[in-house]
């Protein structure tokens, strides 16, 4: 149990951070205020059916604030590194302003990276909800600040199980990011990602390509494929299977030829 003093420090450093994606339970019912809420991500985490982690070694890309990372941890993981670099380059204060005042305007944004108030590589402004986060649960999750696309993988190596979540839509090769996963992996890769229906098509591998903000008003949205699509990039990517294991509708309306909906695929290096 901490001390009080402890706690309040751990409240402190907590709302010092200027915006929190995940919220994360740091203990003592200490919860940061994500924009998602614990409630939200226990129900994405019930999405992801994470695979048995405990004695294994995880990565986490695209970690952001780390709720999977530390989540990897708690169920027993030997080892948890996380993986980022756009979210953390970010002052996501500033970029959330930017984005809610397009969207007042009916204006299209510009991609977040091209605007230098934004954009900080040299000041990791967007990692800080990790770091805090990190402390107060003990500093146990590694982090690795890299481009997950350009980056030499070697020097990471391999892990039992990957996260990749709600990370491929936001890129411009999907197929290359599966390749790349699929050389990380010993064991599974969890993938989520938005993605298509169109009914009467389900045996064609679809993907939807989004030219500027049409998903989500968020310009950095590329692509959204259906399950055949996914399932079969994981397969070409060097995965031996690949399994839907969740797939969540998204609001639409019923007129609508193509359905958006969140889906889940676990990808098995081994048969």
Known sequence: MRKEAEVGDVEASVRSVPFWWHSIALGNDVVTPGHHSLEAMQALLAETHLPDVEGKSVLDIGAWDGFYSFEALRRGARRVVALDHYVWFLDLAAQQRYWRECREQGRVPEPYHEIPGLWHPDR????????????????????????????????LGQFDVVLFLGVLYHLEDPFEAIKRLATLTSEVA????????????????????????ELGADVSNWWAPNKQALTGMCRAAGFQRAEVVSAVPEHANESDAVKRERIVVHAYKGV
């Open 190 to 213: 969890v993938i989520s990602t938005q993605a298509i229906e169109v009914p009467g098509f389900e045996r064609h591998a679809l993907c939807e390509f989004f030219e500027s903000s």
């Open 124 to 155: 990791l402004l967007g990692k800080q909800g990790f770091d805090t986060a990190n402390r107060a649960l003990g500093d146990r999750v590694e982090s690795v600040v890299g481009d997950f696309m350009t980056m030499e993988l070697d020097p």
